[in-house]
T-cell receptor
Framework: DGGITQSPKYLFRKEGQNVTLSCEQN?????MYWYRQDPGQGLRLIYY???????QKGDIAEGYSVSREKKESFPLTVTSAQKNPTAFYLC??????????????FGDGTRLSIL | SQKIEQNSEALNIQEGKTATLTCNYT??????LQWYRQDPGRGPVFLLL?????KEKRKERLKVTFDTTLKQSLFHITASQPADSATYLC????????????FGAGTRLAVHP
């Protein structure tokens, strides 16, 4: 079955440590996205990529980094510069199309906590 | 800037009744609007997309309306079931393009037997 796989499901970060969240999709989608979800808030866009080897900052990119070396993979690194990393992180993908008319397909998230 | 508002209070209804959720937006005239369902600890799942020239769209027990004058979308679940209990998110395309979406915070629906 096609879909998006995020791993790990739970992750703990020590102070000063960088951690990487994995996101893999086999939907053959060009566009991929990373969101952060905090209680009572909407999904906030961290980074997005429309094509391999290209990505753009979203609304809250500070303290995060990404790479897009393969179409199916879009890992997110939470760096030590992100002072409040505790959140639920969601990866999504979509086909490219007109503005806003393509649904996004989501993984089941990674919950990151500080030790 | 674009703003999306969904009722932050949970909606509690009795099984069999119709649930109606509201999505209001400001400072924007989107060409599309999307609705997603999210279960606890899971990622959102796409439900329906409605275009600005479509006043209403249906899918099984789901119905979405889109009033561009009121800047509002209503999401209805008829004959609701306990299995419909979840958080429902609306999303609008980012006005700057790039296939980006702006999501509301969602409304939690609880259907009681």
């Amino acid at each position: 079955d096609g879909g998006i796989t995020q791993s790990p499901k739970y992750l703990f970060r020590k102070e000063g440590q960088n951690v990487t969240l994995s996101c893999e999709q086999n939907l053959n989608h060009d566009a991929m996205y990373w969101y952060r979800q905090d209680p009572g808030q909407g999904l906030r866009l961290i980074y997005y990529s429309q094509i391999v080897n290209d990505f753009q900052k979203g609304d809250i990119a500070e303290g995060y980094s990404v790479s897009r070396e393969k179409k199916e993979s879009f890992p997110l690194t939470v760096t030590s510069a992100q002072k409040n990393p505790t959140a639920f992180y969601l990866c999504a993908s979509s086909i490219m199309g007109g503005v806003g008319n393509q649904p996004q397909h989501f993984g089941d998230g990674t919950r990151l906590s500080i030790l | 800037s674009q703003k999306i508002e969904q009722n932050s209070e949970a909606l509690n209804i009795q099984e069999g009744k119709t649930a109606t959720l509201t999505c209001n937006y400001t400072n924007y005239s989107p060409a599309y609007l999307q609705w997603y369902r999210q279960d606890p600890g899971r990622g959102p799942v796409f439900l329906l997309l409605i275009r600005e020239n479509e006043k209403e769209k249906r899918k099984e027990r789901l119905k979405v309306t889109f009033d561009t004058t009121l800047k509002q979308s209503l999401f209805h679940i008829t004959a609701s079931q306990p299995a419909d209990s979840a958080t429902y998110l609306c999303a609008l395309p980012f006005s700057g393009g790039y296939n980006k979406l702006i999501f509301g915070a969602g409304t939690r629906l609880a259907v009681h037997p």
